[in-house]
């Protein structure tokens, strides 16, 4: 065995756009080795924390919590292109689709190490008060971090 057999499981290979490099679980997979629907929501999910870890410089919740924010999910939609396989490497792309008034979609384009797309997805996060869960506008400061970087993203030639 090699030192690059032992990479981490997911891991953050670019910032603008951002993109993670994930390896597939043996136990995100079923017994014929095919990955569970469910683990691509965890997948998406995980994403989203590192792509606002990302934007903010810190951990994500930390973040929210000091801007008086949280972003639970309104919607969540994926087109699945092709199977994975445990220890398969995929890569995921996430750039900022739209940014509405209270909500945002952020798209997760998943890529096998060849270029074929494993599957697509669409988060659409809701900003809501911390502690109140009622919906709120996008904080400005969210607001701005999110179109400097679909700004930055455009600028470096969005792949999607």
Do not use: N
Request: hydrophobic residues 40%; proline residues 6%.
């Amino acid at each position: 065995m090699t030192p690059s057999d032992f990479v981490a499981t997911e891991y953050v290979v670019r910032t603008a756009p951002l993109v993670i490099r994930r390896r597939v679980k043996w136990g995100e997979c079923d017994p014929a080795g095919v990955v569970y629907t469910v683990a691509f929501a965890e997948y998406v999910i995980a994403a989203a924390e590192l792509f606002y870890g990302s934007l903010f410089g810190t951990t994500p919740q930390r973040a929210k919590d000091e801007q008086g924010f949280g972003t639970p999910t309104r919607a969540l939609d994926f087109d699945f292109r092709r199977s994975l396989r445990p220890d398969e490497e995929f890569e995921m792309t996430v750039t900022v689709a739209d940014i509405r008034s209270r909500t945002y979609v952020l798209q997760i384009c998943a890529r096998t190490l060849t270029g074929d797309i494993a599957f697509l997805a669409h988060l659409t996060p809701v900003c809501v008060a911390r502690g109140e869960r009622r919906s709120i506008d996008i904080p400005p400061a969210f607001r701005q971090a999110l179109e400097r970087y679909r700004a930055a993203c455009a600028a470096e030639g969005d792949p999607e």
